[in-house]
């Protein structure tokens, strides 16, 4: 009778599948690619018989396929020296170990895309946050005696982050554009909580800030930092900001020039003389009057601050010039800077002692 005995050693497809535990399939496919051939085939029923002898064989395929090795470098491997097929697995493995590190940094990305998206979060530049604190933590109060003006207020809705802090001569904003947290919320950080926290923010890539009722929780590729709240309600801000009156006089002028015709006096007044130019005068004894040369439009006039309210709202500026935008000698000033559209000062001015000179008189 043809075919394969029966009594021989021989095993079928499905006990050898069994034996080196990989489906028939598998073993099928590894015969039409020529990777592992049958010990016989039954020219009458065409089943397939394996020998023991190839068990381990087929086993070693299966763990290298298992270990994700392509078919032809797995054709290599078993037909090569021992020492090629070290270096061919070595290689493999630093593939994957590169594969696994580009996915989990991928996966640690969207995780945060994710989390950005339910709204609990806000995701800034390290640099970015760094840099806005530096602007605005200055303005805040440092005599103690309103404990929330010590602070300053970090606010998130519809993709902004505004930092605010007022001594309430002075008020200092600045706005930037985040990802994540659509719904408002704020918290207040006391300024000497944030300076302290600022060199760590500028050495992270990015930050993200999660506002509590109890603290903010800064999280960066280095570690994280919890900052602690002031529970108090800041003050109302906006209605300083919110639709302000139009400007009745603006002036453009060098900051560096500006900052040093103020002197360096805190406890000097300075009053301001604009008008084809402008004039500063100080309260120090030691100090002339010194003219900055600037651009003026609008009215005329004359306004006084204290030293330790304007040198400070210059000295936050960026850029090489500065505007003043002046609505009345009583009125808030709005400090800014031509670089940096995003932030904001106001200085409250002091009564002023110099009378306007007319359009056109030195």
Do not use: N
């Not at 290599?76 to 580009?102: D, I, Q």
């Not at 919890?226 to 009156?245: E, F, Q």
């Not at 031509?338 to 008189?361: I, N, R, S, Y």
């Amino acid at each position: 009778m043809g075919g394969v005995r029966e009594q021989d050693d021989r095993m079928t497809i499905g006990a050898f599948a069994r034996a080196t535990d990989v489906t028939t399939s598998a073993l099928r496919f590894y015969d039409d690619c020529g990777l592992v051939r049958p010990d016989a085939v039954d020219p009458v029923t065409g089943y397939r018989y394996y020998s023991p002898d190839q068990i381990d064989e087929v086993v070693l395929i299966r763990q290298l396929r298992q270990a994700g090795l392509p078919l032809e470098d797995v054709r290599r491997l078993l037909t090569g020296p021992a020492e090629a097929a070290e270096e061919l697995l070595a290689a493999h493995l630093r593939t994957l170990e590169r594969t696994v590190e580009a996915a989990r940094a991928t996966a640690t990305t969207a995780l945060t895309l994710i989390r950005d998206r339910t709204g609990d979060v806000v995701t800034v530049p390290g640099r970015t946050l760094a840099h806005a604190i530096g602007q605005v933590a200055p303005a805040a109060d440092t005599t103690g005696e309103i404990p929330v003006l010590g602070g300053v207020l970090i606010e998130t809705a519809a993709g902004e982050l505004r930092l605010v802090a007022t001594d309430r001569y002075r008020l200092a904003t600045r706005s930037i554009t985040v990802r994540g947290r659509r719904e408002p919320a704020a918290a207040v950080v006391a300024a000497p909580h944030l300076e302290d926290a600022r060199p760590w923010i500028g050495e992270q890539a990015s930050v993200r800030l999660r506002l509590a009722d109890s603290h903010v929780r800064l999280d960066g590729p280095d570690g994280e930092r919890l900052l602690p709240t002031i529970d108090s309600t800041y003050p109302s801000y906006r209605v300083v900001l919110d639709d302000p009156p139009e400007p009745l006089t603006r002036v453009v002028a060098p900051r560096g020039r500006l900052l040093a015709a103020l002197g360096d006096d805190p406890r000097a007044r300075l009053d301001l003389l604009v008008g084809d130019g402008l004039t500063i005068t100080s309260s120090a004894h030691d100090r002339p009057s010194v003219t900055v040369p600037a651009d003026t439009t609008g009215e005329p006039v004359a306004i006084s601050f204290r030293f330790t309210t304007l040198h400070p709202a210059l000295s936050a500026s960026v850029g090489p010039d500065v505007m003043l935008q002046i609505t009345r000698p009583h009125r808030p000033v709005v400090v800014r800077s031509a670089d940096d559209g995003d932030f904001t000062t106001l200085a409250m001015p002091v009564k002023a002692t110099t009378p306007p000179a007319p359009q056109g008189e030195p």
